[in-house]
């Protein structure tokens, strides 16, 4: 294939199969914002006015397949995938409205055989676990959303529906334009090589300050480069190795799903793996690799450039998988954490500790985890600190840490200790504007482990509420916090009627309105349903028969038939005597 500036009509004609690399990202367009603008940049583009859709960079190693070329995409994946589609789509409703004959009438069949299908065969190979459902899903025209079994199949599936959509709306005249628009004036600029080591050359030097390149991307083409310019003559077989751990790190990415954002995953990695000095060095990891390789391929030092290379790939690599592993884990003191929501400044940590632990079942991981979740409890949920308290001393700990669990526990204690004294903890439970003070998730996470508590100590003992429970957001399951006395009497307070309620006065307001002890769970549902039966009902039938043990002991703490300071009080003190027993860091076993 010759490089220079081509149609898209000049780019697919011929006897050529385009493959896309395993070690290369799975298909990522999604509705959102890619197929959107493609759709309006060719909608908008005036017939006969040339529209540039970029660079694609093409390794062909000779190779055939059926008397066909076989090339490489090595840059250009997700727009040669897309316009792929988008013909496929575009012609099959053509073909839909005109009928076979009135469509090879008008030359369209053989651009299907141009951008779709060539004598049954297809233009494109997807990357290898997503190329059987390409084939016959999106190339064929058999639905295939039974049949999803990856994200990236799910995006192509809805790229499909996307442009099916689209382009239903459109008229005929409308179909054809489009087609003219993409076959004659749409132009890309191709680079064509004959192996890897050129292609990393071209990909780095045209590619590292392009748009939308993320630093894992931009880390990967850097280190190829590199790798060529280590390697010399060599080249191909340490780069295969380079290749083939992206490849790991992509399939990996591909079963986060959204969860994880991979530059994120990558800093992770360079905070708990490298030996860093400054915080830019990990925010910014291009950099740092820059920092590290360049002088030595400059002095010449490039046996050390590969090996750090090796390792630097090699350890990446695991730590993708690593964090796979995290999502997956159903170890309850990781799961506490995840339901906090505040996992950024302990997963490097996580990372680490998580590999490194050879103990049964992750014992000394989950003793890790539970002082975190103590952690990230007192000092971000209670206290509100600032969302970088303590990250310095957390990002030293797992770059230093080299698997002795002990000296690493005692480090989490002290911090517990320096950023929330058990004085300062106890103080904040007692706040008289505990409910103001504190977020609604945080409240909701509080009370989901008292009503643990309760269910496993009190009788009859019964099974935990689940982090699935917990956790439900529908309109009437979900569980909110709502005050026992309220304010407002036809409010949202637990307890409505004035023989049970208290005397609701400035001093009650100000002192005990908004303390812990005045505080429960309730679901969403439950709050229309209290408010016109009488004491009767409301002490013995919905506190005692109520669903959650944290309902149902109010009644132990009716003082005469009401609900007072004395209840508050009394109630409080046993809510605190058990935080500060949950969450005390003296009480972890490592």
Known sequence: M??????????????????IPDY???????????????????????????????TILFQEKGDKQSGF???????????????????????????????????EENGLDLAYETYVKNKNRPKLQAISPDNDFFQNYILGD??????????????????????????????????????????????VLTYSVKDSAEATLIFETTNDRGKGLTNLEKIKSFLMYKTYLAAGDDAGIYLK?????????????EMFDGKLDEDAVLQYHCIAFESWREKEDYQQPVSYVRKILNP???????VEALEFIDRFSRELKESFRVMRELLR??????????????LGNFNPLLLKTYKYDESKGKSKFGSVCKLLEIFSFRVFALQQNRSNTGQARLFAMARDFSGKFEP???????????????????????YADFYQFMSSRDLSYLMWKYENYLRGNEQPICANMSEEEYRNSGSRTRLTVEHIASQNPKGCGIVKEESVMPEIDSEFVEHYMHRLGNLTFDPASANSSKGNNGIEVKSLRYFSKAPYKIQNELEVFLNDGKWDEESIDAREGKIVKFSLRHWSPEYVEY
């Open 2 to 19: 010759e490089n220079g500036q081509k149609t898209l009509k000049e780019l697919f004609d011929g006897r050529k199969i385009f493959n």
């Open 24 to 54: 290369q990202r799975a298909y990522a367009w999604d509705e959102s914002r890619q197929l959107p603008d493609f759709v309006e940049d060719v909608e908008s583009q005036s017939l006969g006015r040339d529209y540039f859709l970029g």
């Open 69 to 103: 070329d076989l090339i490489d995409v090595v840059d250009g994946q997700q727009r040669i995938t897309t316009i792929i589609i988008f013909m496929k789509v575009l012609l099959s409703e053509l073909q839909r409205r005109l009928g076979d004959e009135e469509f």
């Open 142 to 187: 058999d639905d295939g959303f039974s049949f999803i079994e990856t994200p990236s199949q799910r995006r192509l599936y809805s790229a499909k529906r996307y442009f099916m959509k689209r382009l239903e709306a459109s008229d005929s005249d409308e179909l054809i334009a489009f087609k003219s628009k993409l076959d004659e004036s749409t132009k």
């Open 241 to 253: 190795s380079v290749q083939e751990r992206f490849t790991d790190v992509f399939r990996d990415l």
């Open 296 to 302: 030595l391929i400059r002095k010449g030092e490039k």
């Open 329 to 342: 884990s159903e170890l309850s003191q990781y799961r506490d954490l995840v339901c906090l929501e505040r």
């Open 408 to 430: 690493l526990c005692d480090k989490l204690v002290e911090l517990v200790e320096r950023f929330s004294s058990k004085k300062k903890f106890k103080e904040h439970l007692q």
